[in-house]
């Protein structure tokens, strides 16, 4: 089995369409809980501008004598969009969380029929060990969890929150846009070096964890092992 972390399977998703359509998206088995996730995660994002927007009608507004009713106004349509951003956070939770459960558990059942339609000699190679087979079914599926139930999620809200938030600047003061456009190389380059940083210490956690699930199940078996020589032997004595 050929391991990727969730990091680098986002990578991937957002380096071809393709690949989404033609590798992932047919073992989502709830397809409908993933796109209403996704409708809600760009909701969500959306609202994040516009949020910002009145909040700042109502903060330079507060010393206008005559600014009341736009200050009274602007604070309804800031409850207002507070609440629909907290329900739409709270349906793509539930929605993608859900969904990637889902997946979860179809990608166990699909790598446990694999495992046991293969032959002997699989099952002699030192990779294929019980311990090793049984870490990859369990905790990878877990960890490819994370790229439906958070990493997709947070990508569209992060990209509908930038093109409505950049759109909206440019509508409003296209000046200060374009001075801000400058630090756009800069923000790339720590992206770029978060998501490296990130895939190394997810690939050390990763094999820390299968160093600790070998010596987990060699100490179960040594275990169990005495064991079954306490429990011989006290049947012999009595």
Not at 47 to 60: E, G, Y
Not at 75 to 82: D, K, N, T
Not at 90 to 106: D, N, P, V
Not at 202 to 216: D, H, T
Request: some cysteine.
């Amino acid at each position: 089995f050929k391991q990727k972390t969730a990091y680098e399977m986002l990578r991937s998703l957002v380096g071809s369409e393709m690949c989404i359509r033609d590798r992932y998206w047919p073992t989502i088995p709830n397809k409908l809980l993933f796109i209403n996730g996704i409708v809600f995660s760009v909701l969500a994002g959306a609202l994040t501008p516009l949020f910002s927007t009145f909040l700042s009608k109502v903060m330079s507004n507060l010393g206008n004598p005559n600014g009341q009713s736009l200050i009274q106004t602007s604070a309804i349509v800031i409850l207002v969009v507070a609440f629909c951003d907290g329900l739409f956070t709270f349906i793509k939770f539930y929605s993608l969380e859900r969904c990637a459960m889902g997946w979860c558990t179809a990608l166990r059942r699909r790598a446990l029929a694999l495992v046991i339609k293969q032959d002997k000699a699989f099952f002699d190679e030192p990779e294929n060990s019980t311990a090793s087979l049984s870490h990859c079914i369990v905790k990878d599926a877990e960890d490819a969890r994370t790229l439906v139930g958070t990493l997709i999620g947070q990508l569209c809200v992060l990209t509908s929150m930038l093109t409505v938030g950049v759109v909206w600047a440019l509508v409003t003061g296209w000046e200060l846009t374009l001075v801000g456009f400058g630090l756009v190389p800069v923000l790339v380059v720590i992206v770029r070096a978060q998501t490296s940083v990130l895939n190394r210490l997810e690939q050390a956690n990763k094999l820390k964890r299968e160093n600790v699930s070998k010596r987990f199940h060699q100490v179960r078996f040594f275990l169990s092992l005495s064991l079954s020589r306490f429990l011989a032997l006290s049947r012999r004595t009595g």
